[in-house]
């Protein structure tokens, strides 16, 4: 068992509350990832569980017990940097040993961990070479293979792919998948790349100016993320001002219905994929101008000007026989309304419709 528990872990440095008040369970044999722009905290929060920044206040619980006391090398945490961080002037075999040997093991237990450890990373013929014959990518597996040799209950990554090329990252990150459910270690990985994220973790504690917005599972967060700051920051969304009044939400001269009655200003999010293209005579419909259209690959992006509210992103398929300049009339069939201090309203077009024959 290693599970992993912070209790409002916060950061003070100066004025600047690094991490505030953050508190979440991380399960056993879990891949959380931390997500969150340049500056929101992820770092300091990872520091903190592995012993490399105190605390201001709050607690950090490895299998149930505080570990804040402890120094890194007494806490049963591993960490993967950012930057390679590997000796120059030892090969990788000792490289890999060398926390064994602090821990003063028998020869033959570091012989046998370290091989298991090289070949668990893919790297058993790499031993006599030195850290400058290695690439980028098996340089990181090897810092990886010399935190997994020492047998963590929780194995810390920051950013550890981020120096390596996108092609490299996605098979990098793959593979760290594979590696973590294999031995079954209990990992957190902090990245600032939602992909990256939302293709690794088990789940996802997305962070804001050090505080955490949300913890869920990837495809929760993407459906129903809980902020405007997190709908803004995971995947493409169209963010439109709007007025409610009642059940009718004005977008520029454009309406959509709400299913509760409100009075105000809100936000509406949309997802490029949760418009469809109708006819022109659909009732309802949107009616815009294709401003421009990105090709990529099996589908194109459209940026449609909308009279009243600006611009909205939209997918097209292959086939669709649009070109720029095309008038064009939409239809959104899902959809989440923000409003100030409460959790979004999804809106599913479908169950609005089943909903008003109800009352007719
Ligand atoms: P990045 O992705 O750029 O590394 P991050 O989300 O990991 O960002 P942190 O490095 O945790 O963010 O930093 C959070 C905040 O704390 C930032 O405003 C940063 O400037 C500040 N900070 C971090 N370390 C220190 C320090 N040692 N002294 C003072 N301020 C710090």
Redesign the pocket.
Known sequence: MSTLSLLQLT?Q??D?K??NQVSLEVADGEFLCIL????????????MIGGF?MPSYGDVLIDGASVVDLPPNRRPTAMVFQKYTLWPHMRIWENVAFGLRLRRLPKDQIERKVNDALTLVGLTDYGPRFPTQLSGGEQQRVALARALVLEPKILLL??PFSNLDALLRVRLREELRRIQRQVHITAIF?T?DQEEALSLADRIAV?NK?RLEQLDVPSAIYANPRSLFVADFIGTMNLLPATQTDHTLQIGNQMLSAPDSFNGTVTVAIRPEDVVVVPETTPDAWHGTIDHLIDLGHYRKAIVLMPGFGELKVYLPKTAIFTEGSAIALVATCYLIYRADQPPVEVSRAAMEQMSAQVT
Not at 36 to 47: F, I, N, V, W
Request: with cysteine; charged share 25%; aromatic share 4%.
């Open positions: 950061k440095f100066g600047v690094a991490v969150g722009p340049s500056g929101c905290g992820k770092s300091t929060a990872l520091r920044e920051d950013e902090v600032h962070m050090g």
